[in-house]
């Protein structure tokens, strides 16, 4: 290959890494999940498909612990740029928004509970003693105190 060539695949390949390596993960993601299938079953069994799903769980978690701040801090930017006069003209609007909303919120979530009674059932079909007949192993036991 021409050393244009090789400049021009570097270059594709620094523009869309991201994406590269989202693909990559996807791909290893799919391949992974054919190879710890246990041979000779189509299903994972339940405690299986739960250790698999905790890497999952955990980095879901983390992105959402990062959603907060990356929020503020755009917002505290975002305000910060403005013009005294017109950031408080929205804050007026952002708390009257924020008012109508909730009360509308109330409202619904008062009706609904007045009108289908959440909670009222009967109690069949739950088993009482669940928790003494589950069985619970260290691994459980390490990964709930890590969630």
Same mark, same amino acid.
């Given at each position: *290959? #021409?050393?244009? @060539? +090789? =400049?021009?695949?570097?270059?594709?390949?620094? =523009?869309? @890494?991201? =994406?590269?390596?989202t693909l990559a993960g996807v791909f290893g993601g799919v391949i992974l999940?054919?190879?710890?299938?246990p041979p000779g079953s $189509?299903?994972?069994?339940?405690?299986?498909? *739960?250790? @698999?799903?905790?890497?999952?769980?955990?980095?879901?978690? *983390?992105?959402k612990?990062?959603?907060?701040?990356?929020? @503020? &801090? &755009?917002?505290i930017s975002?305000?910060?740029n403005l013009d005294l006069s017109l950031s408080g003209k929205i804050g007026a609007r952002a708390i009257a928004y924020y008012m109508v909303t =909730? +009360?509308?919120a109330v409202?619904?979530?008062?009706?609904?509970?007045?009108?289908?009674?959440?909670?009222?059932?009967?109690d069949e079909g739950i088993h009482k003693? $669940?928790? #003494?007949s589950r069985d619970t192993t260290t691994a459980d036991t390490l990964m709930d105190l890590v969630r």
């Open positions: *290959m #021409s050393g244009r @060539v +090789v =400049t021009n695949i570097k270059g594709c390949l620094k =523009t869309n @890494v991201l =994406t590269l390596l999940g054919i190879a710890l299938r $189509e299903k994972w069994a339940q405690r299986d498909a *739960m250790y @698999v799903g905790f890497l999952g769980e955990l980095f879901l978690r *983390m992105l612990a990062l959603i907060l701040p990356l929020i @503020v &801090s &755009s917002l975002a305000v910060g =909730t +009360v509308i409202i619904i979530g008062i009706i609904l509970v007045v009108s289908i009674h959440p909670g009222q059932g009967n003693d $669940e928790a #003494s």
